[in-house]
Antibody, heavy 117, light 110 residues
Framework: EVQLVQSGAEVKKPGESLKISCKGF????????IGWVRQMPGKGLEWMGL????????RYSPSFEGQVTISADTSTTTAYLQWGSLKASDTATYFC??????????WGQGTLVTVSS | QSALTQPASVSGSPGQSITISCTGT?????????VSWYQQQPGKAPLFIMY???RRPSGITNRFSGSKSGNTASLTISGLQPEDEADYYC??????????FGGGTRLTVL
């Protein structure tokens, strides 16, 4: 069974750094794009970017380029999303998802990130 | 790269049919047959219910159907049921190996 299991909720202060994770099970992790999607409280889905774990090729949405870093480790079948300096506006739930056949066909459970002083 | 345009809300009575539109541009919806649709229940992760414009994944009811004309894709739900009440999002592949979502549509079953 294909599964993506994300790390737990985080509470951080503005200016702090953070790295959240997404571990894949039940499929050849290296051969699929893994995407990240933001959902701010009460708002819609926003595509942030994706990575091809096999070669670490990354594509970012223009809205998120320079704001976050996407990475992956094929040895642990884990993708990551990180921030160098969080802002209150980064408060959101972040989903990872496997992109197969041009569709986000399997989703993680989401990681709630709360940034507050 | 702007979000695709969806109506904020639609509603229908049980048994009726509704259609949710998703309007993009010639760089995304109009160029590629890679439009997918997602259903999201409150507090849950999204679930894909349609891909490649018209294809339904296994396990998804055939009451859901998809279509596209020009820069606008559509999701039709026939025979509305109470459990269809949810938020629906379209998503399209766009140039440069990127994707863009619609703003989302809240479906209310009256």
């Amino acid at each position: 069974e294909v599964q993506l299991v994300q790390s737990g909720a985080e509470v951080k202060k503005p200016g702090e750094s953070l790295k959240i994770s997404c571990k894949g099970f039940g499929f050849n992790f290296s051969n699929y794009w893994i995407g990240w999607v933001r959902q701010m409280p009460g708002k819609g889905l926003e595509w942030m970017g994706l990575i091809t774990p096999r070669n670490s090729d990354v594509r970012y949405s223009p809205s998120f380029e320079g704001q976050v870093t996407i990475s992956a480790d094929t040895s642990t079948t884990t993708a990551y999303l990180q921030w160098g300096s969080l802002k209150a506006s980064d408060t959101a739930t972040y989903f990872c998802a496997r992109q197969g056949d041009y569709v986000l066909d399997s989703w993680g459970q989401g990681t709630l990130v709360t940034v507050s002083s | 790269q702007s979000a695709l345009t969806q109506p904020a809300s639609v509603s229908g009575s049980p048994g009726q049919s509704i259609t949710i539109s998703c309007t993009g541009t010639s760089s995304d919806v109009g160029r590629y047959n890679s439009v997918s649709w997602y259903q999201q229940q409150p507090g849950k992760a999204p679930l894909f219910i349609m891909y490649a414009v018209t294809r339904r994944p296994s396990g998804i009811t055939n009451r859901f159907s998809g279509s596209k004309s020009g820069n606008t894709a559509s999701l039709t739900i026939s025979g509305l049921q109470p459990e269809d009440e949810a938020d629906y999002y379209c998503c399209s592949y766009t140039t440069g190996d990127r994707w863009v979502f619609g703003g989302g549509t809240r479906l209310t079953v009256l």
